[in-house]
């Protein structure tokens, strides 16, 4: 089992930038690849971006390329995801959730943090 809790969350100006941040513990021998999902009210989870935890190879979202970086700190079990030049419409709650296989697929992700919420005001 592996648990992953999120913070960094807030409110920001459209323009601005916000640090999330993903701790994971337990079983992280397990974990292959860290990911992050948002959730818009009314909306379908999707999915934002993603990392392995050993190579660190990334993978983005269209929507998201060029203005969100993930990145990791194996030391730490920690994974971040860096989000600039923010817009209304990223306004979500922002789950981190890991996986043990190469998957974009919410639906194949094991485990789950609590989420955070962002919220980009125009």
């Known amino acids: 089992q592996v648990q992953l809790v999120e913070s960094g969350g807030g409110l920001v100006q459209a323009g601005g930038s916000l640090r999330l941040s993903c701790a994971a513990s337990?079983?992280?021998?397990?974990?292959?690849?860290v990911g992050w999902f948002r959730q818009a009210p009314g909306k379908e989870r999707e999915f934002v971006t993603a990392?392995?935890?050993?190579?660190?190879?990334?993978f983005y979202a269209d929507s998201v390329k060029g203005r969100f970086t993930i990145s990791r700190d194996n030391a730490k079990n920690t994974v971040y995801l860096q989000m600039n030049s923010l817009k209304p419409e990223d306004t979500a709650l922002y789950y981190c959730?890991?996986?043990?296989?190469?998957?974009?697929?919410?639906?194949?992700?094991?485990?789950w943090g609590q989420g955070t919420q962002v919220t980009v005001s125009s």
């Open positions: 337990g079983r992280t021998f397990n974990i292959y690849l």
């Open positions: 990392i392995t935890w050993s190579a660190g190879s990334t």
């Open positions: 959730a890991a996986s043990r296989r190469a998957t974009t697929n919410w639906d194949d992700y094991d485990s």
